[in-house]
């Protein structure tokens, strides 16, 4: 009876926490694949950022492109950093747990020193999944913030 209630217990909590923020050691596998993307896109090297991809990962860009699998992420992503150059800085800002394999991973997304001397400053969100190969990038969405629009007298 009374492993009954603890084993109750444990799996409610893990219900309840399933869609909060994780533990800080959990987030910190989360915050290094981030970090490796960030490090295999400045470098580039297109081998290191297929090894964070799944097969069928995609990812839509501030532009409106969406590449659709992984060949696609990384051909792209490849042709942008060739494209633009600079540096990329990726700052994750929160990390929320879905499910126990299922993770969305928010980060500042900063480009500086591109073509032109210019910087941007957008948001990138990190769908990742827990593969038998560790936490892999299924998806991810990047957004430029665009100007407010002015109150048209609502």
């Known amino acids: 009876m009374r492993l009954c209630l603890v084993s109750s217990i444990l799996l409610l909590s893990g219900w309840f926490s399933a869609g909060q923020s994780g533990s800080a050691g959990g987030d910190a596998a989360i915050r290094d694949v981030v970090k490796k ?3 295999s896109r400045n470098a580039p ?3 290191a950022v297929a090894a964070l991809l799944t097969a069928d990962s995609d990812q839509l860009v501030s532009s409106g ?3 659709r699998g992984r ?3 990384v ?3 490849m042709a942008s950093s060739r494209a633009t150059g600079g540096k990329r800085t990726l700052t994750v800002e929160s ?3 879905l499910a126990a394999d299922v993770v969305i991973a928010d980060a500042r997304y900063d480009l500086a ?4 001397g210019q910087e941007r ?4 969100t990190f769908l990742l999944t827990h593969t038998p190969e560790g936490w892999r990038i299924a998806a991810i969405r990047n957004m430029l913030p665009a100007a407010a629009v002015p109150n048209a007298g609502r």
Do not use: Q
């Open 37 to 39: 993307y960030e490090e």
């Open 75 to 77: 051909r792209g992503a």
């Open 65 to 67: 492109e969406w590449r």
């Open 71 to 73: 060949d696609a992420v």
């Open 95 to 97: 990390v929320r747990h």
């Open 113 to 116: 020193g591109l073509a032109g």
């Open 121 to 124: 400053h957008m948001w990138s």
């Open 45 to 47: 090297d297109a081998n």
